[in-house]
């Protein structure tokens, strides 16, 4: 018998389960915004937190979710990519990126 005091309860099978369940609703919500692997690895915590709470899912508490919705934002990526066709390859709410993710600040330069 284990002792229960030892248990990796964020290791177990079905904790795996729920984290990739939840990886996966996170992955779509932010896709179809147009939110890319690369620019969710900078969002800040707070931010993602915020992401989480707007696609209705309760914000992952470890980085190891994150990385997983990362891996699967960039998988959905290069299949949309190589699948321009297909109706899953267009995003629903592009224009909803920039509540999210902010362009770069161009800085402003005097004509003469």
């Known amino acids: 018998m284990?002792?229960?005091?030892?248990?990796?309860?964020?290791?177990?099978?079905?904790?795996?389960?729920?984290r990739a369940e939840k990886a996966r609703r996170l992955a779509g919500y932010l896709w179809h915004r147009g939110i890319t692997g690369a620019e969710l690895h900078e969002v800040p915590a707070a931010t993602r937190r915020k992401l989480a709470r707007a696609a209705g899912i309760n914000p992952p508490s470890t980085d190891e979710t994150w990385t997983l919705v990362t891996n699967l934002l960039d998988e959905k990526d290069a299949w949309a990519q190589r699948n321009p066709n297909h109706p899953a390859a267009r995003r629903e709410?592009?224009?909803?990126?920039?509540?999210?993710?902010?362009?770069?600040?161009?800085?402003?330069?005097?004509?003469?």
């Not at 030892?6 to 904790?15: C, N």
């Not at 709410?93 to 003469?112: C, F, G, H």
């Open 2 to 18: 284990t002792d229960p005091d030892h248990t990796d309860w964020a290791h177990t099978g079905h904790a795996s389960k729920e």
């Open 93 to 112: 709410n592009p224009d909803e990126k920039i509540l999210w993710v902010k362009p770069p600040v161009r800085p402003w330069t005097a004509q003469s």
